[in-house]
């Protein structure tokens, strides 16, 4: 069983940055699609970027779009999302999901099978 394990969440001001990280022991992340999603309160869960197996195809929401870049480091078997500009809009619950099918990339959460438990990312002065 894939288990996620998600981090870096945290408190920040508008403007600021944060990077979260999403990694797993004991099964290479190598052959998943990654995918981050975050929920605020009220509202439904939305992809937010996703990584393809292979880090040839991303995809990044328009709200997100110049702010945030995901990475991967099979070395080190985790997968980044690295966020700038970080807005009040920007606050919720991040999830990092696995998608075993890995390519092509998806930001529909039905095909994610593996979801971590969240990380807070709260942005406010």
């Known amino acids: 069983q894939l288990q996620l394990v998600e981090s870096g969440g945290g408190l920040v001001q508008p403007g600021g940055s944060l990077t979260l990280s999403c990694t797993t022991s004991?099964?290479?992340?190598?052959?998943?699609?990654i995918g981050w999603f975050r929920q605020a309160p009220g509202k439904g869960r939305e992809g937010v970027s996703c990584?393809?197996?292979?880090?040839?195809?991303?995809y990044y929401a328009d709200a997100v779009k110049g702010r945030f870049t995901i990475s991967r480091d099979h070395a080190k078997n985790t997968v980044y999302l690295q966020m700038n500009s970080l807005k009040p809009e920007d606050t919720a619950v991040y999830y990092c999901?696995?998608?075993?099918?890995?390519?092509?990339?998806?930001?529909?959460?039905?095909?994610?099978?593996?979801w971590g438990q969240g990380t807070q990312v709260t942005v406010s002065s």
């Open positions: 999901a696995a998608d075993p099918t890995g390519w092509p990339v998806t930001s529909v959460a039905s095909e994610y099978t593996y």
């Open positions: 990584i393809s197996s292979s880090a040839g195809s991303t």
């Open positions: 004991g099964f290479p992340l190598d052959d998943y699609g």
